[in-house]
């Protein structure tokens, strides 16, 4: 009698067990027929932003041939002026702007990284006060800008400039 009970107890268990598993089998393959929707809806709008950015610029060249290309020589008449001094995020760009961008008004001078300004070596501290540069032995001056007040390194001639700017600013 008991090895019946326990017959029906294993089998009830070995039942549950195996119902268990093909549930856990069909999640899976839920789960990679889902994954599988998805990648294929991202390729697809992949290709429908691919489109897009051609048939953006097939417009632009038709409307505009000039705009996506730059002129071989800019119109002397064109002169864009900067009013604010240019951040140096905005300054690394600008040999890549074309010539006619003209920045006005005081420009950064100076390094904010702990570059040597003239060797441009990478230096083990950033100094503090005027030092020589350990790799190129020339001296780095440390100033402060009068239009964003950020300590800089610079070169004799740029903390001369520094000077300058300061000189003016303070002139009334």
């Known amino acids: ?42 390729r697809n709008a992949q ?12 417009q632009i060249a038709r409307s505009q041939p000039h705009a996506l290309s730059p002129p071989a020589r800019p119109p002397s008449t064109t002169v864009i002026e900067l009013d604010r001094p240019t951040p ?21 001078i100076g390094r904010l990284d702990d570059v040597c300004p003239y060797c ?16 190129c032995k020339q001296p780095i001056f440390v100033r402060t800008r009068p239009f964003d007040r950020q300590r800089v390194l610079l070169t004799k001639a740029q903390a001369d400039a520094v000077e300058a700017q300061w000189a003016e600013r303070r002139r009334p």
Request: aromatic letters at 6%; a positive charge; one cysteine or more.
């Open 1 to 42: 009698m008991g090895n019946i009970w326990l017959d029906l107890i294993f089998g009830v268990l070995e039942g549950a067990a195996r119902s268990h598993a093909a549930r856990q089998k069909e999640e899976q393959k839920r789960l990679r027929q889902t994954y599988r929707e998805a990648e294929r809806a991202a």
């Open 47 to 58: 290709r429908i932003l691919d489109k897009e950015i051609v048939s953006a610029r097939r």
């Open 88 to 108: 140096s995020s905005v300054r690394e760009f600008l040999p890549l702007l074309p010539t006619w961008i003209v920045p006005r008004g005081p420009q950064p």
């Open 120 to 135: 441009e070596t990478a230096l083990p501290k950033r100094p503090g006060r005027k030092s020589a540069c350990p790799s």
